[in-house]
Structure formats: structure tokens, C-alpha cells
């Protein structure tokens, strides 16, 4: 089974770093390396929110179509569909999947968590692979610090 980390990254860091995926995905491999440093610790609590494991759980249950089986075993939730398994549970502040193919956890589990929030983060621990769960396009804020003209 493949192992990702989903991270439920806070708004405004979202909407800044919606289209700078590569700086998260190597941040959040410096938080996994390096956990005991304090300003790192500070940094993933300011990007990232907490996920609230059992109300995370009852939302999955909620607002999952009746053909997805949702079953909470202790601190993990099993989500069945058809031959597709997936298991979550926290760890050190992000939720972690198991499943053997991601296009299953695309077609069962990502619709779910876009209802939940627009902004979660995926990012492989065993494979390369890294990235938003929706892929929608996001506005960037206005930044008037930045000029883009010159009055000489």
C-alpha cells in the first residue's frame, strides 16, 4: 500500500502558495526531518490547520454517497468501495492514507475533503508524488507592496 500525508493548509497560505506546490511539498519534507526544531513546529502550526480526527470521521460519514462503507476501527477510519480500501488516521498533525492505487482516493476520498475545505495537500511518503486535491484555480491576493510600473 502507498502512504500520503494530507496536509489541510490554512486560506490566506493557500491562496499564496496555491501555484507554488513545490515549496510546501519541500517544506513539509524539512518538517518530517527535521520535528523537534521549534521554529519549524511553529511554521507547520501556522500553515496548517488541526484536523479533528473524530470530527473528521463523522463528516466522512455524513456526506459520503451509501455505496462507501465508512467504518471507524479506534484512532482509523476504513473506507471501502467496491475492491477500493482506503485507511486514515492522524499522525504528528496530518492525516495519513493508505491505499494501494490514488486513483481510488481521488474518485472515493477527495471529493469528501473538498466539501470539508478547498485547500488540502497531498504529498507521497513512499512515492515522489505531491500536490493539491483539487486543482482549481484560486485568485491571487492583491499585493500592493509589489509595483509593477515605474513613474520614472
Known amino acids: 500500500m502507498n502512504e500520503y ?3 489541510w493548509i490554512e486560506e490566506s497560505v493557500a491562496k499564496n502558495y ?3 506546490s513545490d515549496l510546501l511539498h519541500r517544506f513539509f519534507l524539512e518538517c ?3 520535528q523537534d526544531e521549534i521554529i519549524i513546529r511553529k511554521q507547520f502550526r501556522f500553515i496548517t490547520r488541526k484536523i479533528h480526527f473524530y470530527k473528521f470521521a463523522m463528516h466522512l460519514k455524513t ?6 462503507m465508512i467504518k471507524r476501527i479506534g484512532n482509523r477510519v476504513i473506507v471501502k468501495k467496491g475492491e477500493e480500501t482506503l485507511c486514515l488516521y492522524i499522525e504528528n498533525g496530518q492525516l495519513i492514507l493508505k491505499c494501494n492505487h490514488l486513483v481510488s482516493a481521488v474518485s472515493v476520498l477527495f471529493p469528501i475533503l473538498e466539501d470539508i475545505h478547498p485547500y488540502f495537500f497531498v504529498q507521497g511518503k513512499d512515492t515522489p508524488q505531491y500536490g493539491w486535491i483539487s486543482p482549481k484555480p484560486v485568485k491571487a491576493q492583491d499585493d500592493e507592496s509589489q509595483v509593477l510600473y515605474n513613474f520614472l
Open 63 to 68: 456526506f459520503s454517497s451509501p455505496d462507501i
Open 32 to 34: 518530517a526531518e527535521n
Open 5 to 7: 500525508a494530507i496536509y
Open 18 to 20: 496555491f501555484h507554488k
